[in-house]
């Protein structure tokens, strides 16, 4: 069965640190990109950051850049998120999930399938 | 960068047809994704490339882009449709973005 676990949410202080994690099973873990979705209490769904499965290249979302750092260990089949510098707006529950996408042809064309497989979701607060 | 701009509820009846609109910048067909989002579960995707649906969604659900708008449409809306539905579009500048999300009500 194909399945993301996270794990790590906490309660933190603004200015502090936290690393989530997410043990992914069932698939090639290697072979997927991964991405960071989270959502703050009352509002809709913010992609936070992804890690591409072909050339291990990393994406954030422009509210997370230079606080967050996307990591993944292919031997554990684990997707990181050290969150660093952390905000009170930060509090959200954080999503791993699964991306289905590949480039293709000598110019990179970029076919995109979807973000197909969600975790449950682990919980993080930034609050004095 | 583009938002994605959907209206926050949608009411149907059972058994009628619901709409639900995603209006965006430079919308691509084929880098449009639409999402289920029951209460109690996490999301799940219904909708990828603008208008497929993956293995296991109802045919009922369909989809389109037109211009810069796209639309997630449930024919013969079901009671166990009603969620939250959010639309999803990548771009290579912006790389991911979500719409508001749209509560489905089936009443």
């Known amino acids: 069965e194909v399945q993301l676990l996270e794990s790590g949410g906490g309660l933190v202080q603004p200015g502090g640190s936290l690393r989530v994690s997410c043990v992914a099973s069932?698939?090639?873990?290697?072979?997927?990109?991964m991405d960071w979705v989270r959502q703050a209490p009352g509002k809709g769904l913010e992609w936070v950051s992804g890690?591409?499965?072909?050339?291990?290249?990393?994406f954030y979302a422009d509210s997370v850049k230079g606080r967050f750092t996307i990591s993944r260990d292919t031997f554990n089949n684990t997707l990181y998120l050290q969150m660093s510098r952390l905000r009170v707006e930060d509090t959200a529950v954080y999503y791993c999930?699964?991306?289905?996408?590949?480039?293709?042809?000598?110019?990179?064309?970029?076919?995109?399938?979807?973000?197909?497989?969600w975790g449950q979701g682990t919980t993080v607060t930034v609050s004095s | 960068s583009h938002d994605l701009t959907q209206p926050p509820s949608v009411s149907v009846s059972p058994g009628q047809t619901a709409s639900i609109s995603c209006s965006g910048d430079e919308l691509r067909d084929d880098y449009v994704c639409w999402y289920q989002w029951k209460a109690g579960q996490s999301p799940a995707l219904v909708i990828f490339q603008g208008s497929r649906r993956p293995s296991g969604i109802p045919e009922r659900f369909s989809a389109s882009t037109s211009g810069n708008i796209a639309t997630l449409t449930i024919s013969g809306t079901q009671p166990m449709d009603e969620a939250d539905y959010y639309c999803q579009a990548w771009d290579i500048s912006t790389n991911v973005v979500f719409g508001g999300g749209t509560k489905l009500t089936v009443l």
């Open positions: 890690f591409s499965g072909s050339d291990s290249r990393t």
């Open positions: 999930v699964r991306r289905s996408d590949f480039w293709s042809g000598p110019n990179g064309h970029y076919h995109y399938y979807g973000m197909d497989v």
């Open positions: 069932g698939f090639s873990f290697s072979t997927y990109a």
